[in-house]
């Protein structure tokens, strides 16, 4: 379910959000009920869960105000920062992620870059509605917007106990436009991560997390390049499943008036 973290600025309830897929994923999320969360190290971009480097050389710097005397009897000290670094990068293949675009209208730059010309759909939301949606879902689920940064000059912030998760709400700047929240599971592995000898472990891709269509889906828009067949498609789907959810097509390419 829903928890807040103080490492997360989760936006107001109000706000309106979007997702844009693929009619099979929009087909898995209202037949399965369920919302897939790609591991962090699948989404594509490298600095994913990486640190502004200023953060880390302040970090490496600033060991032993950070951590106390009695932790290098635990492990070396001179080891440290190469295990930190270590178990960060290993982080990535335990943090779920659901990225959801925060603006008030649809974005034609999201349809071409998320979905095909013409089979797209985007599942209009709020944060209200998706903290509701994963009531049932047996992990925490964390919400905050992303922050947009420069990696090479980003100057370091106060060091925190959320050391571990907070990049996973950083992104590069020019990623702007996309103006993202993000929805943030940690899998059950992630218990020993925090320990600076933890071995990057390989298999995950993924976690199913638990939702309700109804309570997550306010509006349902078809790509600008759809069919009226492929509404009609989706009107079905939706019924079968007992949604009454208004589908509309999408207004993005409507014709000019000169």
Known sequence: MYKEHKAFDTPEDGRK??????????????????????????LGDPFEGSFPKAYIDYFNAN?????????WELI?????????????????????????????EKSAALWQL????????AIQSTIKRLK????DEKRDIYIGKVEYIDYS?????????????????????????ENEVRAVAELP?????GDFRAKIITGHKGYDVTIDPDLLIENVYLSPMSSK??????????????????VRRSDLNKKPVF
């Open 229 to 246: 067949w492929q509404k009609k498609v989706v009107e079905s789907l939706l019924s079968k499943h007992g949604l009454k959810k208004k």
């Open 132 to 135: 509701n949606s994963v009531k």
């Open 189 to 193: 592995e992630l218990k020993r991560i």
């Open 114 to 121: 998320y979905c095909t010309v013409d089979n797209g759909i």
């Open 63 to 71: 060991l032993d105000k950070i951590f106390r005397q009695e932790t």
């Open 17 to 42: 959000i979007w997702r844009y897929m693929d009619f099979i994923k929009f087909a898995y999320i209202i037949d399965r009920r369920r919302l897939y969360f790609p591991t962090a190290d699948r």
């Open 153 to 177: 000059s980003e100057p370091p912030s106060e060091l925190t106990g959320d050391f571990f998760l907070k990049p996973f709400l950083y992104k590069g700047k020019s990623f702007k436009f």
């Open 76 to 104: 070396n000290r001179e080891q440290a920062p190469k295990g930190f670094a270590r178990a960060r990068r290993s982080k990535r293949k335990y943090i779920a992620i659901s990225c959801w675009n925060m603006q008030e």
